[in-house]
């Protein structure tokens, strides 16, 4: 994710928690902003003090960034995401942490949906 795609200025934060929609599960809040005059998605992300110490809040910073440059093909591109992460971000490894965010983002509708396959 190239640093172009980051939200850094409050007053585009400010803008999305104005104008978005939120969706939440038990890690993280993503709040979602269309714009029509961009090309490519945005992200946000917020990590209190209270989750832990520095070296634990880049760590989520950094597993919420991976997980979204792995779905960033299938997400809208005119979009700007804040992601809030909650409490429980804490206790999550890589792959927990990009199932919880496949999961807030399918209830957003901004993944498509799973289909089951049959074996």
């Given at each position: 994710?190239?640093?172009?795609?980051?939200?850094?200025?409050?007053?585009?934060?400010?803008?999305?928690?104005?104008?978005?929609?939120s969706?939440?599960?038990?890690?993280?809040?993503?709040?979602?902003?269309p714009?029509?005059?961009?090309?490519?998605l945005?992200?946000?992300?917020?990590?209190?003090?209270?989750?832990?110490?520095?070296v634990?809040?880049?760590?989520?910073?950094?597993?919420?960034?991976?997980?979204?440059?792995?779905?960033?093909?299938?997400l809208?591109?005119?979009?700007?995401?804040?992601?809030?992460?909650?409490?429980g971000?804490?206790?999550?490894?890589?792959?927990?942490?990009?199932?919880?965010?496949?999961?807030?983002?399918?209830?957003?509708?901004?993944?498509?949906?799973?289909?089951?396959?049959v074996?």
């Amino acid at each position: 994710m190239r640093k172009q795609q980051r939200i850094k200025k409050n007053e585009d934060f400010q803008q999305v928690f104005k104008h978005g929609t939120s969706f939440a599960n038990r890690q993280f809040v993503v709040y979602i902003y269309p714009k029509k005059n961009q090309t490519e998605l945005r992200l946000g992300l917020s990590v209190s003090k209270k989750l832990g110490n520095a070296v634990k809040r880049n760590e989520i910073k950094r597993y919420v960034r991976q997980a979204i440059f792995e779905l960033q093909s299938e997400l809208k591109a005119n979009v700007d995401y804040v992601i809030i992460a909650r409490a429980g971000a804490t206790d999550l490894n890589f792959h927990e942490t990009k199932k919880s965010l496949q999961h807030i983002l399918r209830i957003a509708k901004c993944l498509p949906k799973v289909r089951n396959e049959v074996k």
